[in-house]
């Protein structure tokens, strides 16, 4: 769900040197595991659980924003979460709503740019309508670029690259051999924001879920056994720590990447 604090500053205003040369990532991806699990430890309804992980979306939003972050991408409601129970669904949907109608504004007001990224034709007429004006409300902003992946699959996002390639094909204006990498990726969702640097999953399982499957090539992978309503800003910073200790090396060697090398 979305969530935007009042105190949550732009992130071009003033990250902490430079994100700390780059050791903060510039884009994390989260899967936002364990809302029913944490519930059902407390013999609540499922449904308590998600409404309690819209604090920790508060939190991190806020804390990305502090510590540098460009991009956010969070795994609301992926496309195999519709056979879930009804009700909870419902309840999910209702959230979603909600939630958008309440915090849009403060989103705009602290410089936060919304998009959402799925196939929205299975959501109902109101709540399309509030995802598009919040996302026409906050396309010009320049601070933390928060992505929610609603209704989204790693699978339908290459499927409806390649259509679109596909039909750029059929209509003359490109041929099956200047299909590249780089043209399909231009297709994707968030194709104009940095690759996440860094992937989270709370709730202890060890799977990317059918989540962002093209962008994650290069990905640190990070998993916590901390439930997501649980997942705070120190549960975030250990995160960083790890990411900060990783040698990210994209195909070269450990000492080509360290300079030791021609």
Not at 25 to 39: C, E, L
């Amino acid at each position: 769900m979305v969530f935007s604090p009042d105190n949550v500053k732009p992130v071009a205003s003033a990250p902490e040197d430079g994100a700390r040369m780059r050791r903060i990532p510039r884009h994390v991806a989260i899967v936002m595991d364990g809302n029913g699990r944490w519930a059902q430890e407390r013999y609540l309804p499922r449904t308590a659980g998600h409404r309690a992980g819209v604090g920790a979306v508060r939190k991190v939003v806020e804390h990305c924003a502090k510590r540098g972050v460009e991009a956010l991408t969070l795994f609301a409601f992926s496309s195999e979460n519709w056979r879930r129970p009804e009700q909870e669904v419902s309840v999910l949907m209702e959230l979603f709503l909600s939630t958008l109608e309440r915090e849009t504004e403060k989103l705009h007001q602290n410089g936060v740019r919304l998009r959402i990224i799925g196939d929205r034709a299975a959501f109902g007429e109101a709540l399309r309508e509030r995802m598009d004006a919040a996302e026409s409300l906050t396309r010009s902003n320049t601070g933390l670029q928060l992505a929610i992946a609603a209704n989204y699959g790693g699978r339908w996002d290459i499927v409806q690259a390649a259509q679109t390639l596909a039909e750029k094909v059929r209509r003359g204006e490109l041929s099956p051999e200047q299909i590249t990498a780089d043209r399909l990726q231009q297709q994707l969702a968030l194709a104009d924001l940095p690759e996440p640097d860094l992937f989270i999953r709370t709730g202890g399982e060890r799977r990317i879920s059918n989540f962002l499957l093209w962008q994650l090539a290069y990905t640190e992978l990070y998993f916590t056994p901390v439930l997501w309503p649980e997942f705070d800003e120190e549960a975030l910073d250990l995160a960083f720590e790890d990411y900060a200790g990783r040698q990210r090396r994209f195909g070269f060697t450990g000492d080509q990447v360290a300079g030791r090398m021609p």
